[in-house]
């Protein structure tokens, strides 16, 4: 059998450039290595933990399903499901909290961020958030887990997890390792101190944006100063943060992008990069623009991604039930 392999998207909104260069792209690159039975999915249970709107959501989720698919996401070759459609995994995200040490979750880099001081209003599912992931991941048996490094806390967690399961009811569940890409953090393009992030749409670039949209935005990007186009990722984050994503979308590598702006100043560099962007996103926008006629007949398509995903999970849960005596 061929390794498992898990990964989930939240649908909160549009995704960006840093989803994409930092995830999803790497979903469609290994799907298509043919190496691993892949597992891909909309976390919507994950997304209720934040503010949101119940008449939005199903389109949420909907228009997620069509991302992973125009990025290249393949119904023969992968399996492709919706999270709340699959109930083992709160299920098994029970079992586990009872093994998971407050202490672990409250040191968690993503909740502290997402709730800052407002621990008495934040709602318990922010807190435990971490243990539904591992328990995504550990339904599948997953060998790999690809994601940005944002999550690379989480997968520890999870490696955790299944370790102390294993130790107290036998060898169960199996511990996955994380995969980044070459981009595991992209930065905003109005502060490369920080993430690109959706709580920052002005320093993203989302993979939807019109042509006109995508210009103004890398042309008001931030740059350092001088005004060589260098990668230095102390000396010039924010264009070594420019020149990752001319990389990432033209297949060239830094040293190469150096060279060929050698002499020239950052306008020119953003310039190209704005059109590097723009013939990089039109395959994915086109797609997507195709798939939305057929929304209807994909969102049943999925059914089947759902059905197969309950039969790996349940099988999973029920071992784990068993060696937990539960019925
Ligand atoms: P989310 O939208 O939070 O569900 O994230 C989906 C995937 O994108 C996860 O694997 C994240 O780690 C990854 N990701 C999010 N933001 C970035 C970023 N700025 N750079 C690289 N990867 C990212
Ligand atoms: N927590 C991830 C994020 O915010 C999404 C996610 C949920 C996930 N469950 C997962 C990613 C399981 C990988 C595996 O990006």
Request: contains cysteine; charged residues 30%; hydrophobic residues 40%.
């Amino acid at each position: 059998m061929k390794p498992a392999l898990v990964s989930g998207i939240q649908p909160t909104g549009k995704l960006h450039i840093g989803n994409y260069l930092g995830a999803l792209k790497n979903f469609v690159e290994l799907q298509n290595t043919g190496k691993f039975q892949c597992f891909f999915f909309v976390a919507d249970l994950h997304s209720i933990t934040e503010e949101f709107n119940p008449k939005e959501k199903l389109k949420q989720v909907e228009n997620l399903i069509l991302d992973f698919l125009a990025a290249g996401i393949d119904l023969k070759k992968s399996v492709l499901f919706v999270q709340s459609a699959v109930s083992a995994h709160s299920e098994l995200a029970w079992i586990l909290n009872t093994i998971t040490p407050f202490g672990e979750l409250r040191r968690m880099t993503q909740f502290k961020e997402k709730t800052g001081e407002e621990y008495e209003t934040t709602n318990v599912g922010l807190f435990d958030y971490p243990v539904l992931m591992a328990a995504d991941i550990l339904l599948y048996s997953a060998k790999f887990v690809p994601v940005g490094d944002d999550q690379l806390q989480h997968l520890e967690l999870t490696r955790a997890l299944a370790r102390k399961f294993n130790s107290k009811f036998g060898n169960t569940l199996f511990e996955p390792k994380p995969l980044l890409t070459e981009i595991p953090r992209l930065m905003s393009l109005d502060d490369p101190t920080k993430k690109m992030s959706k709580s920052r749409p002005e320093g993203c670039l989302f993979l939807d944006d019109e042509p006109e949209v995508i210009r103004k935005k890398i042309m008001r990007a931030v740059t350092d100063s001088g005004s060589e186009v260098r990668a230095d990722r102390e000396q010039k984050p924010a264009v070594t943060n420019l020149i990752r994503i001319y990389s990432a979308m033209s297949g060239k590598n830094a040293a190469q992008v150096e060279s060929r702006f050698k002499g020239k100043g950052y306008g020119e560099f953003k310039k190209e990069l704005a059109e590097i962007v723009i013939q990089g996103l039109a395959p994915f926008q086109k797609r997507k623009n195709e798939l939305k006629k057929k929304r209807a007949a994909i969102m049943k398509q999925i059914t089947a991604g759902n059905k197969k995903a309950n039969m790996v999970a349940s099988k999973k849960l029920a071992e784990v039930k068993k060696k937990t005596g539960l019925v």
